[in-house]
């Protein structure tokens, strides 16, 4: 084992600079260089941060290097499902004809995009007899998925879709996407709620709106998914519309509720405005602390000692009493012996 211990090798290891700034107590040491590293950690991300640095980044160095962007084109692809209906039961269903053998696995599929799918195709069966619901988007460098399987799973992802004037910039999950480039001008086709359907690359999303008395914080915003009913408590039914992928915004971040209803998730701010609130934070750290329990002990406080000085002040003119009457009664026993004294 090697071991060097000169001066210029001490305080090399994190741990040891921590231990260096405790209170070196016995009992709360290792709490303490704990509680160290993490500052220390939470201060450098902070400054990456800070920097322009996405925090996914971090962990490969502290040094800043601009990412590069990728020069692939533009393409819409992945697998392809279609839909089709069942010569026996008459029922429509959802499948990718080139997984002939099975092997890619179980397709995680709801009714309402089956049907919405065969809507879509019947309106556009002239200029596209064989619509396929595609799986993979690539734009400006990014991959965008929505399929139904996916190593045995379903893969959605979420994006902030402009819906265009008068209406708000709003995540939705996507599940698949449909290319109607052959789509002829001015179709006069209406369906997810688009009128006088385009051609072009159209993502399949649901819609989602803000919640009525939502309970928000600087980094979550509850939101809830436009469904069509509702059965037990749970979405029975739904919603589909057609988003251009040139309305893409940027992909974000959802979280469901847990313990809420199964249309309701929380909304996650951008990365990028992070940076924006923590140095707003370090700016303004009293205005925005919570100071409604020590304002609270304040008050209590207050309260006790305006307790205090009334019992003190109820208190007092009794004590007089008694003293008073102490007295009269001394003064009233040595008038008694003064004039035994004269008598005698």
Known sequence: MEVDARHNEMRHKPSEKAAALTQKDKSKFEEQIHACLEEVHLLELAAEAIEGRGIMHCYRGHKFEPQCTSGKADKTGGRGFVVDMHPDSGRNFMYDPADTSRKLGNMHLELDLIDFTVDLQDRVNVDIPKLKLLTLHRRN????????????????????????????????????????????????????????????????????????????????????????????????????????????????????????????????????????????????????????????????????????????????????EEEEATDSDEEDSVAELEAELEAN
């Not at 893969?155 to 449909?178: A, E, H, L, T, Y």
């Not at 999303?205 to 928000?216: A, D, L, R, T, Y």
Request: glycine letters at 10%.
């Open 141 to 320: 460098g990014m991959i965008f998925r929505g399929s139904a399987s996916f190593r045995g799973s379903a893969w959605r992802d979420w994006i902030v879709v402009d819906w265009g004037r008068g209406f708000k910039k709003m995540s939705s999950p996507r599940w698949g996407f449909v290319d109607l480039s052959r789509l002829r001008k001015n179709s006069r086709s209406n369906i997810g709620g688009v009128n006088n359907l385009q051609p072009g690359v159209h993502a399949v999303v649901e819609c989602s709106k803000h919640v009525e008395n939502p309970i928000n914080t600087e980094l979550i915003t509850e939101i809830e998914i436009e469904v069509a009913g509702f059965s037990d408590g749970f979405a029975s039914k739904l919603m589909f519309h057609l988003a251009p992928v040139e309305a893409f915004v940027a992909p974000t971040v959802i979280v469901p509720t847990i313990g809420g209803k199964n249309n309701a998730y929380m909304w996650l701010k951008p990365q990028h405005t992070w940076r924006d609130m923590f140095v707003k934070w370090l700016n303004e750290p009293y205005r925005m602390d919570d100071l409604s329990d020590s304002e609270a002990d304040g008050a209590d406080d207050g309260d006790d000692d305006g307790e205090d000085d009334c019992s003190v002040a109820s208190e007092d003119p009794e004590e007089g």
